[in-house]
């Protein structure tokens, strides 16, 4: 929330016009209300951006458990969470979904497989 706050400051010291609703995306429940925050305030939005991803740096016979469920709970269902709670206000007012990947997905990363098998699934589910 910190880094969002700075980045909307810097946006609005420079003219623009910014508003922040922080969600954790491995959270489905934030994410809902998000989008119903960004609805009430706004009346919709027609774009949503999906870019958030976590890494850990590990050998593959290294990384625990707790880290790697971790990653895929933020970059894989967080874009789960996101497209399915935003796609019906999308596809009922128009709009795009978009969604970041990592190069990481097309090719092994020896101290990233976490990471590069949670980009692979989300470019499998997009």
Not at 32 to 53: K, L, M, P, Q, W
Not at 66 to 94: I, M, Q, S
């Amino acid at each position: 929330e910190e880094g969002l706050a700075a980045a909307a400051e810097r946006i609005r010291a420079g003219g623009g016009r910014c508003d922040t609703i922080a969600a954790d995306v491995a959270q489905r429940e934030e994410v809902r209300a998000a989008v119903e925050a960004v609805i009430a305030r706004h009346g919709g939005f027609d774009t949503f951006v999906c870019n958030a991803g976590i890494g850990a740096y590990a050998m593959l016979q290294s990384i625990p458990d707790e880290d790697h469920r971790a990653l895929f709970e933020t970059n894989y269902w967080g874009v789960v969470h996101c497209a399915t709670e935003a796609l019906p206000h999308l596809k009922a007012h128009g709009g795009a979904l978009v969604v970041t990947g990592s190069i990481a997905s097309q090719m092994g990363t020896p101290v990233l497989s976490a990471y590069a098998a949670s980009k692979h699934a989300v470019k499998g589910y997009v």
